[in-house]
């Protein structure tokens, strides 16, 4: 047995290295150098050889250490568990450790500018994510064009801003109207769409509003962008250095110091309170009858039609819900860059919102706030290394999906649960 | 007028060039259990396609008779069936919410009432008073139901995880819990075992003579039909070709050939 499972380990291995040969044989062995003039070939059979050994070990290795169901000493079975039970049992204490660090995050000794505007970049994200759960995770529609909304969003608040020179506080729930408008507006030709269908669709969607954007000259200035966004102001007190004459800035009336953080801080503070209220809004709706509708629409849709449940107005809502929050996303974005422009709203956006939430367990609050801290985090580290980003961000996709396969944090707590107490 | 539950004239559906039911007619009684059996392929299940508003009838009518109104089910599209005429359905493959738990299960089904209670989400939002007590009341009548199928202490776990048998009956009270004037069974007793059926006649007996609830049964369990059925409706490509109480069904001779004669 010992021996058997020993050659086929070596024969697998030895076939490995045969196909690195075959892969990086061209791709790393043959480099070609411009020579004056001339095209030279110069070969690298040395890295090729080291590459190949080294997959051909590595898989010898698995083959022995982690595939190997006799021996106990695999990864998944030792840290992989711990971990997935750790996430499995811990989600409400990793959620509240999760807020009281984000209030004090701000104060900590070792937070600089450039944390702040990760942190800030992050939250975005997250409120994203949860804005999407709503149409992903709990009705189980896969949107693919979220970034639309996002951009609906940012674009109506800047304009009513430029345009009208209306406060934050009355443009972002204008921006949140016109998005979830925009999201029925979308809903209503994918209702009969499920699955791969309505992926297309809504990816499509996406790119129209984009491409839009990026030719309705007169109204979005086109690729040029939208410059001059007001910034937020404190209840009417502005982040000002130099206050115009009798004008009561942020320091003045608070008597402190002019420090360029303390715009910051109250953007992050800004982009919290609406991601926590996102969630907030996503955890009641969710024990409200729509949001069970929606839950039991995702799972069974012909149930849902002999129960009388109406298909369409509660995929509309959830559709117009979801794209609601990706709206009041969308005019944080544009008051704190105070420049917008199509650039900002591309696929990849989507694509990650999407793998924000498929990655953190579908339906799981915490878990996209996991995800994204992963995510987002892995894409800052390799800030410096950038054309390994991408690789860096589908290896981790990939770890994921190999040890928790449903997501980060997959497990589903019910909505309403009998009282236990009579039946004691 | 003879003041039947359910009153089914001259229906017919056609697929193309298929006539998958052909110029149907029968009734059904409130408080009496209808079987409607047939060969495989005989046109039953999508007798109760148009009934419930899944499929648009080709041609013909189908009244529900409830106190004071009769309406015309071909009027309701797919979901009204259920949410304005109380038509209730089951299906030959189970469809539960798997996911979800089996109180959740239930409470789907109280969704419009609760939607109206919840006042389109704004008052729940608030956890209104009368919406915290619809709520309330809801919980109260899934328990009842639960309680009648002793699921009680499964209520909380999910429903894809139950036994099929438990799956099947927690199917049928899930559709008694948006409370219907007439409940369509298809096939409930497909895949029990004997003592399963047993419970399921009870239950089948309990929801006629308890809650006066119509119901139309489609079956090839010959124990269940034979046993609770007060009326019998034969069907053959599509055509009725018998009908009368289970006693005289069994012994007719266009029966036996078109049906039980192929089962020996």
Redesign the interface.
């Known amino acids: 047995m010992e021996k058997k499972f020993f050659q086929t380990s070596i024969k697998d291995s030895l076939f490995t290295g045969l196909i690195a040969l075959a892969l990086f044989g061209p791709i790393v062995g043959l480099r070609t150098v411009a020579k004056n003039e001339v095209l030279e070939v110069h070969p690298k059979w040395f890295i090729v050889l080291i590459i190949v050994i080294v997959c051909a070990v590595g898989r010898f290795l698995t083959n022995l250490y982690v595939y190997n169901r006799d021996q106990k000493t695999g990864i998944q079975s030792s840290i992989g568990k711990s971990i997935s039970n750790f996430l499995d049992t811990k989600g409400y204490q990793i959620a509240l450790t999760a807020i009281i660090f984000s209030v004090i995050f701000p104060f900590l000794p070792f937070t600089d500018r450039y944390l702040m505007d990760i942190a800030i970049m992050m939250l975005t994200y997250i409120m994203l994510g949860w804005g999407l759960n709503i149409v992903i995770g709990l009705a189980g529609l896969l949107d693919l064009g979220y970034v639309a909304f996002y951009a609906v969003g940012a674009y109506s608040y800047a304009l009513f801003a430029i345009h009208f020179g209306w406060s934050f506080w009355i443009c972002l729930p204008i921006a949140g109207i016109f998005a979830a408008m925009f999201g029925v507006l979308l809903g209503f030709p994918v209702l009969r769409l499920r699955g791969d269908y309505l992926a297309i669709v809504t990816l499509a969607f996406g790119e129209m509003i984009r491409i839009l954007l990026l030719n309705w000259y007169q109204l979005t200035k086109g690729p040029d962008g939208l410059t001059g966004i007001p910034r937020p102001s404190f209840f009417g007190l502005p982040f000002k250095s130099f206050p115009d004459e009798g004008e009561q800035t942020f320091h003045t009336f608070f008597g402190v110091e002019y420090d360029p953080m303390q715009r910051i801080i109250f953007l992050y503070y800004l982009i919290l309170v609406l991601a926590l209220i996102t969630n907030l ?1 996503t955890i ?2 969710r024990r ?3 949001g ?2 929606w ?2 629409l995702r ?2 849709e ?10 369409r107005n509660t995929k509309l ?1 959830a559709f117009a819900i979801g794209a609601m929050f990706g709206g009041f996303a969308g005019s944080f974005f544009a008051t704190r860059q105070a420049f917008i422009s199509p650039e900002s709203f591309t696929f990849i956006e989507s694509a990650i919102i999407v793998a924000i939430v498929v990655l953190g367990g579908m339906g799981s609050q915490t878990g996209v706030v996991l995800a994204t801290v992963f995510l987002i985090g892995l894409i800052e580290v390799f800030r410096d290394f950038e054309s390994y980003r991408m690789i860096a961000f589908g290896g981790a996709m990939v770890l994921i999906m190999i040890f928790r396969p449903r997501g980060i944090l997959a497990t ?1 707590k ?5 009282e236990k107490s009579s ?1 004691k | 007028m003879s003041q039947k539950l359910l009153d089914v004239e001259n229906l017919t559906m056609k697929f193309g060039g298929l006539v998958a039911i052909d110029n149907l007619s029968f009734s059904a009684d409130k408080d009496k259990i209808t079987s409607i059996i047939g060969p495989n392929g005989a046109g039953k299940t999508t007798v109760f396609n148009c009934l ?3 499929y648009k009838a080709t041609a013909g009518s189908m009244f529900l008779n409830k106190e004071n109104e009769r309406l015309n089910l071909r009027k309701f599209s ?7 005429a109380g038509v ?4 030959q493959n189970i ?7 089996v ?2 299960n239930l ?3 109280q ?2 009432k ?2 109206d209670a ?1 006042g389109f ?1 704004i008052l ?2 608030f956890n209104s008073p009368s919406f915290v007590k619809k ?1 309330k009341e809801a ?1 109260e009548i ?2 009842y139901w ?1 309680d009648i199928i002793g699921l ?2 499964r ?2 776990d999910d429903a894809g995880d139950l036994p099929y048998g438990d799956q099947r009956k927690l199917e049928i009270v ?2 008694m819990c ?1 409370n219907p004037h007439l409940l369509c069974l298809d096939e409930p007793a497909a895949g029990l075992n004997a003592k399963e059926s047993a419970e399921l006649n009870k239950l089948l007996l309990f929801i006629k003579n308890e809650k006066k609830t119509g119901i139309l049964l489609i079956e090839h369990d010959m124990s269940v039909v034979m046993e609770i059925s007060d009326h019998v409706v034969v069907l053959n490509y599509g055509k009725k070709i018998f009908q009368g109480s289970a006693k005289e069904t069994k012994n007719s001779p266009e029966v036996i050939e078109a049906y039980l004669g192929t089962e020996e």
């Open positions: 809004f009641k709706i409200l009858p729509i069970r509708a839950e039991a799972e069974d012909i149930a849902c039609k002999s129960l009388g449940v109406n298909p809502t589903r019910p909505t309403i649960t009998l039946s | 419930t508003g899944f797919d979901f009204k069936v259920a949410q304005k209730a359905r089951t299906f469809r539960l919410f798997p996911q979800m738990s109180l959740e409470m789907v089904a969704h419009n609760l939607m919840s989400t729940g939002l709520e919980v899934s328990k639960l009680t202490h209520a909380d899930r559709a948006i």
